[in-house]
């Protein structure tokens, strides 16, 4: 049985910085894409970055790209998401994904393992 575990959020100043963590098990992350989603109430699901099953190819929305960086750790079983230059509009609840395809994509309803997911609160 797969589950994954966020954690790390919480509530930070605008410019601050906050690193979630993605724990598996019952996956071996190395073998999947595993990528992280952020949703606003009342928003839908949006791709956040994701990491290839390489552990070496990464991909990123243009909101956060530059200021957010996904990792890998293989022998934790473990996805990091570091996020740096934190702002308001970054604030939603972030859950990280497991895919088995193939290929990468992007949308959320191609993921077959999510998280339960992790708040995070920047204020101005």
């Known amino acids: 049985q797969v589950h994954l575990v966020e954690s790390g959020g919480g509530s930070v100043l605008a410019g601050g910085s906050l690193r979630l963590s993605c724990a598996a098990s019952g996956v071996t992350i190395s073998t999947y894409h595993v990528g992280w989603f952020r949703q606003e109430p009342g928003k839908d699901r949006e791709f956040v970055a994701a990491i290839g099953r390489s552990g070496y190819t990464t991909y990123y929305s243009d909101p956060v790209k530059g200021r957010f960086t996904i990792s890998s750790d293989n022998a934790k079983n473990t996805v990091y998401l570091q996020m740096n230059s934190l702002q308001p509009e970054d604030t939603a609840v972030y859950y990280c994904?497991?895919?088995?395809?193939?290929?990468?994509?992007?949308?959320?309803?191609?993921?077959?393992?999510w998280g339960q997911g992790t708040q995070v609160t920047v204020s101005s």
């Open positions: 994904a497991v895919r088995t395809g193939v290929i990468f994509v992007r949308a959320p309803a191609s993921y077959n393992f």
